[in-house]
């Protein structure tokens, strides 16, 4: 199967989970993972109408923002060090993934340096696993009020990886947390406006996290095949 065709397939489930869920599709942002993926298939994606890339390795932003930066959305999804900042503050419209308030102030400095303000959401690592990035769901709560109180940051919702699992449904749980989670936060008055994004399902599982209120899904797989 092609690319284009893979995507056809992907936005055809879309529709009919968040038709599931009676919501409207247009609320789900579909963003193309592309680690591991080359500029030519990159480019085989943004023909067939895919505008917003996810791109989890600094290493590989880099270039790929270079030849396609200015026609499509970039998003940063993996697991960034605050040494790593420089590369990717003001170069993405996203960060999915500030896992502390240490990050958050680095993000502001060089949001700040470069004259911008930088979106972001908080991977919070609901399942608890062991050697998971991700704040845990005990400090999401001072790290969104400590996020608030940064000028060049803003903060936009919140993001996680469910546990590895061959059966989609085993990520429900975690997605439903999640999105308690953002409403307890919401509920609480801390929130800055527009604190509404939910960046949860990958290939495996984007049709359960559109069930429970994805806004973003993160997809790879699905539609560049699989990765060498
Ligand atoms: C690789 C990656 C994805 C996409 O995973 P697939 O299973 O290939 O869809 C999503 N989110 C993050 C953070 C990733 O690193």
Redesign the pocket.
């Known amino acids: 199967m092609s690319v284009a065709e893979r995507i056809r397939e992907v936005k055809n489930r879309i529709v009919n989970a968040a038709k599931r869920a009676d919501r409207d599709p247009k609320d789900i942002v579909l963003v193309a993972?592309t680690?591991g993926v080359e500029v030519e298939r990159i480019k085989e994606a943004l023909a067939a109408g895919i505008r917003t890339f996810?791109e989890?390795r600094v290493q590989e932003a880099g270039p790929k923002l270079k030849v396609l930066g200015k026609a499509a959305s970039w998003h940063f999804?993996?697991h960034l060090q605050k040494n790593k900042v420089k590369y990717i503050a003001g170069e993405v419209d996203l960060i999915h993934?500030v896992d502390s308030i240490a990050l958050c102030e680095e993000i502001s400095l060089r949001a700040q340096k470069r004259g911008i303000v930088q979106n972001i959401l908080l991977e919070v690592n609901i399942s608890g696993e062991k050697g998971k990035f991700g704040l845990p769901p005990h400090e999401v709560m001072n790290t969104v009020r400590a996020a608030t109180r940064l000028k060049d940051v803003s903060l936009k919702g919140l993001m996680m990886?469910p546990p590895f699992s061959d059966d989609p449904e085993d990520s429900r749980p975690f997605f439903h947390r999640l999105r308690e989670l953002r409403d307890e936060m919401t509920g609480f008055g801390i929130c800055p406006d527009g604190f509404s994004e939910l960046s949860m399902g990958?290939?495996?599982d984007f049709e359960i996290g559109i069930e429970e209120g994805a806004t973003l899904v993160?997809?790879?797989?699905?539609i560049f095949g699989q990765?060498g």
Do not use: D, F, N
Request: glycine share 24%; net charge positive.
């Open positions: 993972v680690k996810g989890s999804i993996g993934s990886i990958m290939s495996g993160r997809i790879g797989t699905a990765r």
